[in-house]
């Protein structure tokens, strides 16, 4: 794992955003479009009871937009200010341009660097870093977006995987700020040798005419694989900075289902209140969803002024990803 720690320069968390589609989808509805399992078995194999899906003429940079105007009205930030925008996606508007293209538009933001990054389920957290060294090295002001339209890759029927996603995004606002405060370290991860573990075969250069729906393969692994990903990552990024579990208030993960996070919990020993969990209400949001949680997690006050708060997400790849934020 690759770990960056801010050296000489603090990364001001300034602001967080999120949004969420209109259109709330209940497991009754999915269950109709012929998911193959009951509203019980959803609730009890996932822990979902709804998600929310865009709306016909909504799409991803449309969410980041609303998202990324919520994080810099929190930072107290004019969309002059920003000095580069990464927006972590794999649900683009189109295969090209940059679905930051579009929300640089839609922003009003000045001519700056903007582009998308893909890390499946990990994708907030690959933005952050890469907006984190940005600051670092004479950036002012980042604006990190993670949105997904997971519901428009779905195939209805697969039992696998028509109950677990939802449509969302988040943002958050980079600022440089006192030093040991902010963002204290950050680490990410691949192993490629989990590419076709969750991938959509259809669309691209080897897949033409494929398939255009998420496919799950060995969901048994998956599972084990996000669980042992999101433990490893965290403890690794933890003792690169001298902490454990017992010195972090919160843990806010990517939420996949409420069965992995049970068992993150176990295996890490954490409590249930230093544990954030809103998957019941959301689902998977692929990318999003720990920038979605962050953001309730801090608008709540389940994430407060003072806390340690360890960011933690695994995803499709394999990738992996771990942050601790002093908020």
Same mark, same amino acid.
Not at 32 to 61: F, K, M, N
Not at 254 to 271: E, F, G, M, T, Y
């Given at each position: ?112 660097? *903007? $582009?998308?990054?893909? %890390? ?6 690959? /933005?952050?870093?890469? !907006?984190?060294? =940005?600051? @670092? ?74 398939? *255009? $729906?998420?496919?799950? %393969? ?6 084990? /694989?996000?669980?042992? !990903?999101?433990? =490893?990552? @965290? ?87 771990? /942050?601790?934020?002093?908020?």
């Amino acid at each position: 794992m690759k770990v960056f720690v801010p050296q000489g320069v603090g990364i001001k968390l300034a602001g967080t955003g999120a949004y969420l589609p209109e259109r709330v989808v209940t497991n009754a509805e999915v269950v109709a479009l012929g998911a193959g399992l009951s509203e019980d078995e959803i609730v009890r194999l996932s822990g979902i009871a709804r998600r929310h899906w865009a709306a016909p003429g909504e799409a991803t940079s449309d969410l980041a937009v609303h998202a990324a105007r919520a994080a810099l009205a929190q930072a107290g930030q004019p969309a002059s200010a920003v000095d580069r925008l990464i927006v972590a996606t794999v649900s683009p508007d189109h295969l090209s341009p940059s679905t930051a293209c579009f929300v640089q538009q839609q922003l009003g933001l000045s001519p700056i660097p *903007a $582009f998308d990054v893909a %890390a499946s389920c990990s994708g907030f957290l690959f /933005a952050l870093e890469l !907006g984190a060294r =940005a600051i @670092a090295t004479g950036d002012r002001c980042v604006l990190a977006v993670a949105a997904d339209v997971r519901s428009r890759w779905l195939d209805p029927t697969d039992r696998a995987t028509a109950a677990l996603f939802g449509d969302g995004a988040g943002a958050a606002v980079l600022t440089s700020g006192p030093s040991g405060e902010g963002l204290l370290g950050i680490g990410l991860l691949v192993d490629g040798s989990g590419a076709r573990s969750v991938y959509v075969p259809g669309g691209g250069s080897r897949d033409k005419g494929g398939s *255009a $729906f998420i496919a799950m %393969a060995e969901g048994p692994q998956v599972y084990l /694989a996000a669980v042992e !990903g999101m433990v =490893a990552t @965290a403890e690794q990024l933890l003792s690169a900075l001298g902490q454990t579990f017992d010195d972090v208030d919160l843990v806010v993960p990517h939420q996949p289902n409420k069965r992995i996070l049970d068992r993150l919990a176990r295996v890490a020993r954490l409590p249930p209140q230093k544990l954030f969990i809103n998957v019941d209400r959301i689902g998977n949001v692929s990318g999003a969803t720990c920038a979605i949680a962050l953001d309730e997690a801090i608008r709540t006050g389940a994430a407060r002024p003072g806390m340690r708060v360890l960011l933690v997400t695994a995803g499709a790849g394999y990738t992996a990803g771990a /942050a601790l934020l002093q908020l």
